[in-house]
Each structure stands twice: as structure tokens, then as C-alpha cells.
């Protein structure tokens, strides 16, 4: 039954990554020679008060990769020239009560950290109140975990240690809408192309055990910005 269900997990999140690569290319092909509204502000400045994403493969052998909420989960400052927005993100989340299933075998529980720096850019596809707009970012990453793992079989328990370094390419769509002239929201979906090196330390019976990769991974966030912006450093 437990296979079953993780079987279904998995098909689903390959259906659902699949379709967001698709509509993805469809909005960059269509829309990408929409003209951007001139802005009247130089910078703005924007809290994202809640994202939605898989994380970082903490381990190998980790098969499910649910989505998990975050709030406010970082901040981004954007520079506009008239006809790109350049952007700055900086994310950082912690969680001391971190865990996951090792496929039927495992349990694994810890502190879970990561923080991210992206920069990227923006185009607006309206001139109106709403918004639609797209575009990328590129960036740097971190993530480690300490904690336990435990095997349900032999109820043995290991301590368990991971970090991940690696660069990683997000693409996005968005819509904003200006309420005010100096205010406005955003909500933005992403998918996270990342490739990272990849260090595992487990300790068993006192024995360190220690193996070093590469590898890419690909991560979903249905809801990776939900912000309030303010404009400044007017230009009129």
C-alpha cells in the first residue's frame, strides 16, 4: 500500500514538472516580444512574505519531495531601466524540526538550513494596473542538514550530516498589480534548475563514513514569491 502511494507521488510530481516546463515555453515564446511599460521609479524594494517549493534533496535515497510552505522567506531589490527590471533576491530558511521518509527503509529527522543569492531580470507583458511579467535568475546556493536517521527494520540509529554547494538557473512567471503608485504585489511560479557538490557524512557505531558528489537536481515551487514592493528614487 505504502509503495503504491509513493509510486502515485512520484508520477504525479514528473506530470506536474512536465506540464510547467511546458507552459513555460509556451509563455516565452508567445510573449517575449511584448514591449515593457516605462516605470516611473528607479528601485523598488520587496518583501516576499510566503513561497511554496520542494527543497534541496537532503539525502540520496530520499525518493518523495513534497512541497513545503515558508514564510517570509526573504527579500529582493529591483533596478529599472526603462525596459528591464534587474533584480536581487536573498532567501534564507531554517527549520530545527526538519524531517522526512527514506523510502520504507528510514527515517530521518534534524535541523534543515539553506540560503540562497540570486540575481536576475524581469520584463512587464502590460502597460496596465495588472501585470503579467517573466524572466530568470541565476544564483547561488547552500543547504545542510544534521540530524538522525533511523531504520525501521533493525532500529538501529545513525547520525547523518549533508551540505550542498552548487549554482542554480529559475526561471519564472509572475503577475503584479500597483494599487498605489508607490505599492504593489506580486506572486511568481518558478522551477529551479540547480547543479551542486554534494558532501554525505554518516557516523554508525562509531564508524565516519564520508562520499562526495555531483549531481543536478530539479525542484518545483508552485508559489515562490507572494510580495509587497515599494517603489523609490523617482525618475519624474
Same mark, same amino acid.
Given at each position: ?94 527549520? &530545527?524540526? $526538519?524531517?522526512?521518509? %527514506?523510502?520504507?527503509? /528510514?527515517? @530521518?529527522?534534524?535541523?534543515? +538550513?539553506? =540560503? ?94 564520508? &562520499?562526495? $558528489?555531483?549531481?543536478? %537536481?530539479?525542484?518545483? /515551487?508552485? @508559489?515562490?514569491?507572494?510580495? +509587497?514592493? =515599494? ?6
Amino acid at each position: 500500500m505504502i509503495n503504491a502511494q509513493l509510486t502515485y507521488i512520484c508520477y504525479y510530481s514528473i506530470c506536474m514538472k512536465k506540464s510547467l516546463i511546458f507552459y513555460f515555453l509556451i509563455f516565452f515564446s508567445i510573449l517575449s516580444a511584448t514591449a515593457q511599460t516605462n516605470t516611473d521609479f528607479n528601485y523598488n524594494i520587496g518583501v516576499n512574505f510566503y513561497k511554496l517549493s520542494q527543497f534541496p534533496q537532503v539525502n540520496f535515497n530520499q525518493r518523495v519531495n513534497p512541497e513545503t510552505g515558508r514564510y517570509f522567506p526573504g527579500i529582493i531589490l529591483k533596478f529599472n531601466d526603462n525596459q528591464l527590471a534587474y533584480r536581487v533576491a536573498l532567501n534564507f530558511y531554517r527549520n &530545527s524540526n $526538519f524531517g522526512f521518509s %527514506e523510502d520504507d527503509s /528510514a527515517s @530521518v529527522h534534524g535541523t534543515y +538550513l539553506d =540560503y540562497s543569492l540570486k540575481m536576475g531580470v524581469e520584463r512587464d507583458l502590460s502597460a496596465t494596473n495588472f501585470k503579467p511579467y517573466f524572466g530568470a535568475d541565476l544564483g547561488f546556493l547552500h543547504s545542510e542538514f544534521s540530524g538522525l536517521k533511523m531504520h525501521f527494520n533493525d532500529k538501529t540509529v545513525n547520525n547523518l550530516r549533508t551540505e550542498k554547494n552548487g549554482f542554480l538557473i529559475s526561471p519564472f512567471l509572475g503577475v503584479k498589480y500597483h494599487f498605489i503608485r508607490r505599492l504593489y504585489m506580486s506572486a511568481e511560479v518558478a522551477i529551479d534548475f540547480i547543479y551542486a557538490y554534494n558532501r554525505l557524512q554518516t557516523i554508525n557505531d562509531g564508524i565516519k563514513q564520508v &562520499s562526495h $558528489f555531483n549531481k543536478g %537536481e530539479f525542484l518545483l /515551487a508552485p @508559489v515562490s514569491l507572494i510580495g +509587497l514592493h =515599494y517603489n523609490f528614487g523617482a525618475l519624474n
